[in-house]
């Protein structure tokens, strides 16, 4: 069964910096997509960032050039590095491992991703 689970998660100051970490279980390395979500109460979730199995990473606009999304099966990590972070990126973040299939670049929409973790909260003060 595919588990993850999200750390990293805390309060910056707008123009700051978090790294987000979601280590996964073994089940999670065959999955070709693993992305981060976020999702305030009653809105969406929302796709932040995907990548897949050979490191092509897929942004959403909204943090393109601010956000770094890396995976290690090796060591089974998938983080997310923020940097010039926002009032508007608080959020509870989520990692998540796609369904079975392929795809290029890697989705940002739910539909795609099976599996995920239980979500660390991240607060930017202005």
């Known amino acids: 069964q595919v588990q993850l689970v999200e750390s990293g998660g805390g309060s910056v100051q707008a123009g700051g910096s978090l790294q987000l970490s979601c280590t996964f279980s073994?089940?999670?390395?065959?999955?070709?997509?693993l992305a981060w979500f976020r999702q305030i109460p009653g809105q969406p979730r929302e796709g932040v960032a995907a990548i897949d199995a050979h490191g092509k990473p897929n942004y959403a606009q909204s943090v393109n050039g601010r956000f770094t999304i890396s995976r290690d099966n090796n060591k089974r990590i998938l983080s997310l590095q923020m940097n010039s972070l926002k009032p508007e990126d608080s959020n509870m973040y989520y990692c998540?491992?796609?369904?079975?299939?392929?795809?290029?670049?890697?989705?940002?929409?739910?539909?795609?991703?099976?599996?995920y973790g239980q979500g660390t909260q991240v607060t930017v003060s202005t």
């Open positions: 998540a491992a796609s369904r079975w299939g392929q795809w290029d670049p890697c989705p940002l929409s739910t539909m795609q991703y099976s599996n």
């Open positions: 073994a089940d999670a390395i065959d999955r070709y997509c």
